[in-house]
């Protein structure tokens, strides 16, 4: 049986947008199964993240995140519409939020189909990487289609999604127990990793576990 590496990932967040093509990769480099596990943003989790006292994290987010997907020869732009509804100028989440469960449970659905990460990276293409109005029309489903996926199968099987709703209550659980509350993060052998900065950190350390295809 492969080692098994934990990432945990939000819909919402540019960094995890960044790491999915290093993820994808992961999978063909090393001797691993990837298991994605998604979770809530943290504006959703811990609103107070987000608080007057702390809006230099956020502007330091979005000064940040478009340099890092220059860099990676990424496309970028900030979500339109943005996957949870805040007040860029207050930073406030509000209680309505029409897209992020839709998008996290449609995350385990794609996981518990196989195809989570694959799914990921082509939805989060779509959100961050610069598509107006994601949600709308086919983008959504043509994406899911590009990671081998039927987005309307999905969304039934979401209908009802007491499974998918206590899925994400244990990805956040276990995210807690690694040592980290943000995304991305992966966990292996119990050790997080992180950031899409770290993964070649976790490469360092598969490499010592002498998990690589190549080696």
Known sequence: MPATVDLFWSFRSPYSYLATPEALKLQQDYNIELIFRPV?????????????????????ILIDWPRRAEMLGLPHAWPSPDPIVQDMQTYKVSEEQPYIYRLTYLGVEAQRRGRGIQFAAEI??????????????DHMKNAAGRAGLDLEEMDRAIETPSFHREAVDNNQADLEKSGHWGVPTFVFKGEPFFGQDRISTLCWRLDQEQLSRTG
């Open 40 to 60: 809530l943003p943290l504006a959703v989790r811990h609103p107070e993240f987000f608080s007057p006292e702390n809006l230099k994290r956020a502007r330091y």
């Open 124 to 137: 989060s293409r779509l959100i961050f990487g610069g598509t107006p109005d994601w949600h709308l029309g």
